[in-house]
């Protein structure tokens, strides 16, 4: 909780600088059926901070914490263990920072963390270049598409129905405004991906098409057909990662034909901390490097001969004039990018590769468990460390029902589409290395009840 020191007076001497008669002049831009005319109903006008403290603290312990009850949310955001050595080293004054540094003289460990990010990015995503992070996936999804646009000179997207609906409705929120259409459809509680239902869609307006590889539904398919299909329609193809530990096992979207692969790099290095901060990563080929957003560290030497470290390409809208500019919302995330790169270099290739087997193992021995049980179908043919299932009841309230067990079972596909009624039996599971043998007994316990 902040201590804010200003008085009365502080106050009145910096609206008298500023020209103003009071606080609320500051919002007059705020229209006023949107301004609150009274206090907030059902908080005091004021109460003194131990009972504040006591008050929050009380509204706090209503959470169920993901570390204390076994745990299969994921759908774009996932529990991994993040060791202790990655909070120490991100405190160390050289690299401690939330945002891009622009001082390069008296930033290098930054800077140098963050070119060694973009490798370790643009290593796992299989493409040449990275930039030095994004805001988050669902943005970056939005200006992967953009950047599509740039390069081809065309206004069409087609989104996968795997494509996660969050990330859907930001590229549509940010289309409004440009005057992009976007082709988007719901998925099938089948195995197979809509890969064949992309290509036919594909044509000569088309400028890219975004497919989630693994998709919502965990299904993984071979990206390969369409790329050659968009390669040969002019179009690029876009891949969405939500779960790069998946890449420790599962062959890379640039070494399949992806043109831009994006993604969030929550699960790597950072915590689920109720929904946020999150890091965007955003990689692509060498040649659509100066339409690629954000920006890049770049590696030197000084007037001395000796390495040193820059931003360089930073084709952003406080860089460059803004009809100029690649984008207007490619925030680096540099702490949680920091956060990322520590933690894989800890890990090392060998590291991830043995991870995203343990994931996978244990994502296994879940779904066969729980396909067993009276009722239950298992979707998918093949899936990483998250599968899908259709249960004989609606989901949500046997989440809910779950829930009152003790455990966090999943994400129902009802909660990411409401009103679809076809995906109202769906849930989504994720299993990975946190979870215990223990922990998917309870969680078939709880869905056995919960489906009856």
């Known amino acids: 909780?902040?201590?804010?020191?200003?008085?009365?007076?502080?106050?009145?001497?910096?609206?008298k600088l500023i020209g103003e008669s009071s606080v609320d002049a500051l919002f007059r831009d705020v229209p006023e059926k949107a301004r609150l005319t009274g206090p907030i109903h059902g908080l005091p006008n004021h109460a003194s901070e131990m009972a504040v403290e006591r008050h929050l603290s009380a509204l706090a312990s209503k959470n169920m914490v993901a570390g204390q009850v076994p745990f299969f949310l994921g759908c774009g955001a996932y529990k991994h263990h993040v060791p202790a050595s990655v909070d120490h080293i991100i405190q160390r004054g050289e690299f401690l920072t939330a945002y891009t540094p622009y001082q390069p003289e008296i930033a290098q460990g930054t800077l140098q963390v963050l070119f060694e990010f973009q490798t370790q990015v643009a290593r796992l995503f299989g493409c040449e270049v990275a930039n030095a992070s994004m805001y988050d996936g669902s943005t970056a999804c939005w200006e992967a598409i953009g950047m599509a646009g740039r390069i081809t000179r065309k206004k069409k997207a087609i989104l996968s129905g795997g494509l996660h609906p969050h990330y859907v409705s930001?590229?549509?929120?940010?289309?409004?405004?440009?005057?992009?259409?976007?082709?988007?459809?719901d998925p099938k509680l089948e195995a197979a991906t809509d890969a064949d239902a992309l290509i036919a869609a594909i044509d000569g307006e088309t400028s890219c098409v975004v497919v989630q590889y693994p998709d919502i539904l965990g299904r993984i398919a071979d990206l390969s057909?369409?790329?050659?299909?968009?390669?040969?329609?002019?179009?690029?193809?876009?891949?969405?990662?939500?779960?790069?530990?998946?890449?420790?096992?599962?062959?890379?979207?640039?070494?399949?034909?992806?043109?831009?692969?994006?993604?969030?790099?929550?699960?790597?290095?950072?915590?689920?901390?109720?929904?946020?901060?999150?890091?965007?990563?955003?990689?692509?080929?060498?040649?659509?490097?100066?339409?690629?957003?954000?920006?890049?560290?770049?590696?030197?030497?000084?007037?001395?001969?000796?390495?040193?470290?820059?931003?360089?390409?930073?084709?952003?809208?406080?860089?460059?004039?803004?009809?100029?500019?690649?984008?207007?919302?490619?925030?680096?995330?540099?702490l949680c990018a920091l956060a990322f790169s520590v933690h894989l270099t800890l890990l090392?290739?060998?590291?991830?590769?043995?991870?995203?087997?343990?994931?996978?193992?244990?994502?296994?021995?879940?779904?066969?468990?729980?396909?067993?049980?009276?009722?239950?179908?298992?979707?998918?043919?093949?899936?990483?460390?998250?599968?899908?299932?259709?249960?004989?009841?609606?989901?949500?309230?046997?989440?809910?029902?779950?829930?009152?067990?003790?455990?966090?079972?999943?994400?129902?596909?009802?909660?990411?589409?409401?009103?679809?009624?076809?995906?109202?039996?769906?849930?989504?599971?994720?299993?990975?290395?946190?979870?215990?043998?223990?922990?998917?007994?309870?969680?078939?316990?709880?869905?056995?009840?919960?489906?009856?």
């Open 1 to 15: 909780m902040r201590y804010l020191p200003l008085s009365d007076s502080d106050r009145s001497d910096m609206l």
């Open 170 to 185: 930001v590229c549509k929120t940010m289309a409004r405004f440009t005057g992009d259409t976007l082709e988007t459809s």
């Open 225 to 334: 057909p369409i790329a050659e299909a968009c390669h040969v329609k002019g179009a690029l193809l876009v891949a969405v990662v939500t779960e790069p530990v998946a890449l420790g096992l599962i062959k890379a979207p640039g070494e399949m034909g992806a043109d831009i692969v994006v993604g969030e790099g929550q699960s790597i290095g950072v915590g689920l901390q109720f929904g946020g901060p999150y890091v965007g990563l955003f990689a692509t080929r060498e040649k659509f490097v100066r339409q690629m957003p954000g920006r890049l560290a770049g590696e030197t030497v000084d007037a001395e001969g000796k390495r040193g470290f820059v931003l360089t390409l930073s084709t952003r809208e406080q860089h460059i004039r803004r009809e100029k500019a690649t984008s207007n919302i490619c925030t680096n995330s540099g």
């Open 348 to 452: 090392g290739e060998a590291g991830l590769s043995a991870l995203a087997k343990v994931n996978h193992a244990r994502a296994a021995q879940a779904a066969e468990r729980l396909s067993e049980i009276p009722g239950v179908r298992l979707i998918n043919d093949a899936f990483f460390n998250e599968f899908a299932l259709e249960l004989p009841v609606e989901a949500r309230p046997a989440v809910h029902a779950m829930v009152e067990k003790g455990v966090l079972g999943g994400v129902s596909l009802g909660r990411l589409y409401p009103g679809v009624d076809r995906l109202s039996k769906g849930l989504v599971v994720a299993v990975t290395e946190v979870v215990t043998e223990k922990d998917i007994e309870a969680l078939e316990s709880a869905l056995k009840e919960a489906v009856k």
